[in-house]
């Protein structure tokens, strides 16, 4: 039997180079070795508000994203959140389990609800536990995800340890995969920040369907930093940052990408990382426009007709450990 991944992404905003570097583009190679389960989590989407039209193109959208990174619906399952209600139904369950003071202690909820928890929707507060429902369902071995998700994952191994102890064995404890490289991409104008869709500024992320011309704008404008050296270097985050995006485009080790730079300035450093992503993306690109709408609407169906009845299984699992009448053993 081989082990099970699961991981996912909102369809809100625009996927960006950060989600395909830190998440997708792992997601694909790991989908051989392990069963995975790939979901486009559109109820964490409505954690903030939406425009319903728009989130219903955006989820489809983001199906062909996936397609178009690698993900291969003949090996890997790819399904909408919504599509399989046993994801709200153990989310409730594990609300009952978690702790107020651990999720006010997640950083996302302090950022996202811009530090006014008085105005911040409940479901955002309690969105690392829909993620945790999300995982356990699948009984996950490894979720691949950006740094930026290690805390929620976190929690998720705390609740299916606790529900494992208080009702006996029935959750996989999950463990993260982040990747050495690329598993925190910066923002291009703001290096402090991680880039994010939705940064206000536009600048700050190269969106996987930008047009070349606009990526060549964007990566000329980044900030860089007071140095002249291309080179790794912690304290200059601005520059191995874009060193990170050239690494990870062209394939090259990190002394190599230096060494290919050495005694080169930044406008020649630029020019070249704006063509290495291009090129990367172009393909990438094409790739979205391939799919129909009835192949997606198909590949969706049997995705989720296939993560149900795994998703029932745990569930009714857990409704007969805890005695929630109803449950078939
Ligand atoms: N900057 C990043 N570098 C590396 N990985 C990243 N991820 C997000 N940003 C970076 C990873 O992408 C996956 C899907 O993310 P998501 O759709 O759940 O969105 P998010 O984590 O909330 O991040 P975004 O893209 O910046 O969206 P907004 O602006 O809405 O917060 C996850 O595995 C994530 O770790």
Known sequence: MKKRIFSGAQPTGNLHLGNYLGALKNWVNLQNEYESFFCIVNLHAVTLPQNPEVLRQKTLDLARIYLASGVDPEISTIFIQSDVSEHAELAWILSCIARMGELERMTQFKDKGKGNAERAGVGLFTYPVLMASDILLYQTHLVPVGKDQKQHLELSRDLAERFNRDFGETFVVPEPFIPPVGANILSLQEPAKKMSKSDENANGSIFLLDDADTITK???????????????DEARPAISNLLTIYQLMTGKTPAEAEAHFGGKGYGHFKSELAEAVVEFLRPFQQRVKDFDDAELNKI?????????????????DVYAKMGIVGAET
């Open 218 to 232: 964007k990566i000329k404008r980044a900030v860089t930093d007071s140095g002249t050296t291309i080179e790794f």
């Open 300 to 316: 969706l169906k049997d995705g989720a007709e296939k993560a149900r009845l795994i998703a029932c299984e745990t569930l009714r």
